[in-house]
């Protein structure tokens, strides 16, 4: 994985995650798969010391090592069986020297319009919620197996049919992995069956582009706002506002660093009334104009 200075943990220049921007011109793919098999070894991946924002699903397991890393703002160590499983717009974060020099892990990742296609969404509703579990010996068998199928479709660019062989073998190794992740997701959706933390983060992810007050939350969960307010900061140390005000704050700072899109576009896109409105609001927390931010 390739580093760069360390941002520390306030998510200074954010950007996108895009897997297959080389994908056509490593593996002679001139048909836009948007599907990528490989590892951590193999690719330069620049995701270290600063933060992401991914634009794919990514479905990765840890071979040897250990890294520390924060999905959504949540912690997760990554030893040795280690699954992670990223949805569009996830947020991740590894620090400079949160990772042992022989990490290793094998990935692969595919568009979610991809997946619509084959009509599977529904299987993967879940990843947003639960994106991380330790694999069973056995099952971690099981998915390397998967791991190692597809990359040998994958590789085999001479196919004549490679693009329908590749989505059919997704197709399959996709319901051979929900077989493995469906017990996880039961085990810990019962754990957490009231829990109203859960139920926000979810919402939150939904709706934090249009919606900036705890009433609108509460509301959706149906407990009063003093009340949501004190759980959340019970329970995971920040309150309601301070998780609305990190999201905007960490996709905005992506859209700066990675797109051209004006402050009054971001503006826009973050459903504020103008970019003045916009301005002040990222002033206040980042002691900076957005555009100072972008061209710093």
Same mark, same amino acid.
């Given at each position: 994985m390739a580093s760069k200075k360390n941002k520390g943990l306030d998510l200074e220049n954010a950007s996108t995650l895009d897997l297959f921007q080389n994908d056509g011109l490593k593996m002679g793919n001139t048909e836009n798969l948007k599907f990528v098999v490989s590892d951590t070894d193999a690719d330069d991946l620049d995701i270290v010391g600063h933060p992401v924002i991914v634009n794919s699903v990514i479905c990765a397991i840890c071979i040897r090592g250990k890294a520390n890393i924060r999905i959504n703002f949540q912690a997760y160590t990554l030893i040795p069986g280690s699954f992670v499983l990223l949805a569009p717009d996830t947020m991740f974060i590894c620090e400079e020297g949160d990772y042992s020099e022989d990490f290793l892990a094998n990935?692969?990742?595919?568009?979610?319009?991809?997946?619509?296609?084959?009509?599977?969404?529904?299987?993967?509703?879940?990843?947003?919620?639960?994106?991380?579990?330790?694999?069973?010996?056995?099952?971690?068998?099981?998915?390397?197996?998967?791991?190692?199928?597809?990359?040998?479709?994958?590789?085999?660019?001479?196919?004549?049919?490679?693009?329908?062989?590749?989505?059919?073998?997704?197709?399959?190794?996709?319901?051979?992995?929900?077989?493995?992740?469906? &017990? @996880?997701?039961?085990?810990?959706?019962?754990? #957490?069956?009231? !829990?109203? $933390?859960?139920?926000? %983060?979810?919402? /939150?992810?939904?709706?934090?582009?249009?919606?900036?007050?705890?009433?609108?939350?509460?509301?959706?969960?149906?407990?009063?706002? &003093? @009340?949501?307010?004190?759980?959340?900061?019970? #329970?995971?140390? !920040?309150? $309601?506002?301070?998780? %609305?005000?990190? /999201?905007?704050?960490?996709?905005?700072?992506?859209?700066?660093?990675?797109?051209?899109?004006?402050?009054?576009?971001?503006?826009?896109?973050?459903?504020?009334?103008?970019?003045?409105?916009?301005?002040?609001?990222?002033k206040k927390h980042e002691n900076m104009t957005p555009l100072e931010y972008r061209n710093q």
């Open positions: 990935y692969m990742t595919f568009s979610f319009d991809y997946v619509k296609e084959i009509s599977i969404g529904h299987i993967i509703y879940d990843i947003r919620n639960i994106p991380f579990f330790q694999l069973e010996s056995n099952e971690y068998e099981d998915i390397m197996n998967v791991y190692r199928y597809l990359k040998l479709r994958y590789e085999d660019v001479n196919h004549p049919y490679r693009k329908e062989v590749i989505k059919f073998s997704l197709l399959s190794a996709i319901y051979d992995f929900s077989a493995i992740y469906d &017990k @996880y997701t039961l085990i810990l959706n019962e754990r #957490e069956e009231d !829990s109203h $933390v859960t139920k926000f %983060i979810d919402l /939150l992810f939904r709706n934090y582009k249009y919606h900036r007050r705890c009433e609108f939350y509460a509301k959706e969960l149906y407990v009063t706002p &003093k @009340y949501l307010s004190k759980i959340m900061k019970d #329970e995971t140390g !920040s309150t $309601v506002q301070d998780w %609305i005000f990190k /999201l905007i704050l960490f996709e905005s700072k992506s859209l700066l660093k990675s797109t051209k899109m004006t402050v009054a576009q971001i503006a826009e896109y973050f459903n504020y009334p103008d970019s003045t409105s916009f301005g002040k609001f990222f």
